[in-house]
Each structure stands twice: as structure tokens, then as C-alpha cells.
């Protein structure tokens, strides 16, 4: 929580004097045509280098809190660390002050393994043992939603503080068979976990139709059984071909954790990637 804390001073700060400081004495609205009061794009997203641990506690413990294994999906299941999806994106703005925004993608990763290791429990009861065939589906669903305040828009730069809501979806599924005399177990983890964010964010037009965006999103609580983190960076480049039409693409990264004790989801989650994205845009 408090390295959160310091991330967000650290990074209004030097939002502020990198990209606000040299104008103080300029004004800080202008008369410069709004070309994107709606904007949306849709293209391919890439996230590799993912690394996700996880961990199951019992639902029904028979005696206090029963704690599951933790699990590397990708290291010990070889659940794919790379996947793509089509991700869209847009806002709508309400003059050159506020928006909202919205972010949309899922995914669906598989992996299939021959467990060799220590025996690992999961769940209610579910033990994994050297030898035992092991199956994992990880579907992953992002849907954000977000308002921000542009206290600078000009023709030549933006900077915009702000809130939003992220709806992290958590669906994993393993599926362990035991032998033949034995049989299967499944256990699952599935939950909608809302994730408040401040939002920071920036534009720097190069020319009138090349341009970079910068976004920032950070989130840390803690309250009750529920902790979570969230760090999302994410730096565009854009090339209007025309007024309505352009192409973009760009770098993020994000990291997010969770430990919880939900009606669905009790353990936690830690999960990161670097993404790559490659778009199509209209903006009216």
C-alpha cells in the first residue's frame, strides 16, 4: 500500500513538471478543434511474458482457515505465457475538460502437464500428486471504465487526472486426473473482482497528426479480507491518415494482486505481463 502511495506522488510529480512546468504562463485551454470528441479503436492485443500465481483456499475449511498451495500456472502447468485477443478502446468527451473512457478485451489460455513435484493442495481437498495429469483453462476479462479531469488541453499537449472502475475477471479452472482407479477432481476459481483506479494520463502532438499517449493507472487497498494492488502503464503512438481514420499501436505493463476471501474466489492472485497492441482508430 504504501509503495503504491509513493508511485502515485512520484508519478503526478513529474507529470506535472515534465509536461506541465515550461507552460505555467500559457493558457491552459485553448480554441484548437476538438477532431476526437468520440474515439474509439480496435485491433490486435499481445500479452506475453505472463506470469500468474495462484492460490486456492478452501471454501468449506472443516476446522479455521484452510490455506491451498501456491501455484505457478505457467511454470508448473505450462499454461501458455503468451496470448492475443482483439481489444477495443474509445471515449467520449464532454468538452475539452471531462471524458469517459472505457477498455474492453478477454482471453482464454490452456495448458496440460504431467505434474513433478511435491504433492499440492488446492481447494477443498484436491491434491495433486507426482505423476497425476493435470489440465488448466484460464479465461481472463477486462472491462474498465474510467472519467478524467483535462486540466491542461491545448492544441499542442494534454494532461488529465481522474477515477475508474475495473472489472478484472478471475476463471480458472484445473482438472487433475488421479488414476484410473481414483479418477478426477476439478478445482475452479471464478469471480468478478472490482478494482477502483486514479487515473493519469497525457498527449503530445508531434505534428497535427502524430501524436503520443501516455496512461497511468494505480490502485491499492486494503479493507476487511479483501488487499489489492494494480499498476498499469501504457505509452501509444498515433497517425491520423485522415481527419476520421488513423493507425496506432504501443507498449504496456501491467501487474495486479489480490488476496480475498469472496463467495467465489478465497486465495489470491498475482498476476503480470508485458502487452503490445496494434490498432485502427476513428475519432469524429
Known sequence: MQRVKILLVLAISMALLSVCGP???????????MKDRFYITIGGFNRT????????????????????????LESLFKVDNSVSTVRLDGWYRFGKKNRIAWTFWQSQRDGASVYEGEPLEIGDEVVINPGDSVAVQDDSRLLAVNWTYSFLNVAKYEAWLGVGLNFSTV???????????????????????????????????FTPRVRMLFFLQLFGLKYGDYEGRLNNTRLLAEWDITKNFGIGGGFERFAFEVDAEGEDFRGSLDTSYTGFSLYLKGQL
Not at 511474458?49 to 505457478?72: E, F, M, N, V
Open 23 to 33: 507552460v505555467w504562463a500559457q493558457k491552459t485551454y485553448d480554441d484548437h478543434e
Open 49 to 72: 511474458d505472463l506470469r500468474t500465481t495462484l492460490r486456492l483456499d478452501a471454501k468449506s475449511p472443516q476446522a479455521g482457515l484452510s490455506l491451498g498451495a501456491i501455484i505457478g
Open 171 to 205: 476463471d480458472t479452472t484445473i482438472d487433475v486426473n488421479l488414476g484410473d482407479i481414483v479418477g478426477e477432481a476439478q478445482e475452479q476459481a471464478k469471480g468478478t473482482v472490482p478494482v477502483p483506479t486514479i487515473n493519469l494520463g497525457g498527449r503530445w502532438n
